[in-house]
Every structure is written in C-alpha cells, then in structure tokens.
C-alpha cells in the first residue's frame, strides 16, 4: 500500500525554526531517492530538497545553507529541518521521490511564517 503522511508543520515567526517529518511506505522509500516539495497558494509545486538513497543531499537556491534534509532508512522516515524561515517559505510541504515523484501525494503539512 502507497502511503506518505507528511507532519512538524505549523505557525512560526520569521527567523524560527521547524522540523518536518515524513512516513513512507516501504514501496515508495527503499533504495529510493527522497525529496520535500512545497506549494505556496497560487504556485506551482517546486522540490527545494533531495536525498538520495545512500545520503546525498541537493537543494534548491532558495533554502541553501537554511534547510537540511536527512533519512532514516530503518524508520522509512525522511525529515526536513529547517531554519532562519521568512514569509517565503509559506506553503503546503510534501514528501515524495525525488525528482521523478509518483503519482500519489500525500496531505502535506502547512508551514505558516508571520509574526
């Protein structure tokens, strides 16, 4: 069964910090590359970070040197941290592989930055 439950997200003030989580059916995870995307209201869905299967990491421009991606294989866990958020960063994040993601999408997890 495909699954992918997405959470951490929440209301942060700008320069605040957040941690993200993300469960993953096996058939999605194992041996696969891992990446978090994000949708803020009106756009597209972008990948802003990537892990591959033996621990590589690539991110968008936008989150380099704030954001850090890492996976727990044992747990089919991938985890986004991230720190110093701006009212950019507003948007629904996802989990899914990376950078080819399947079909299915998980629910997501708003992230909210405003003071």
């Known amino acids: 069964q495909v699954q992918l439950v997405e959470s951490g997200g929440g209301l942060v003030q700008p320069g605040g910090s957040l941690r993200l989580s993300c469960a993953a059916s096996g058939s999605i995870f194992t041996l696969k590359d891992m990446g978090w995307y994000r949708q803020a209201s009106g756009k597209e869905r972008e990948l802003v970070a990537a892990?591959?299967?033996?621990?590589?990491?690539n991110y968008a421009d936008s989150v380099k040197g704030r954001f850090t991606i890492s996976r727990e294989n044992a747990k089919n866990t991938v985890y986004l941290r991230m720190n110093s958020l701006n009212p950019e960063d507003t948007a629904v994040y996802y989990c899914n592989n990376a950078p080819y993601p399947v079909r299915y999408w998980g629910q997501g997890t708003q992230v909210t930055v405003s003071s």
């Open positions: 892990v591959t299967s033996g621990g590589t990491t």
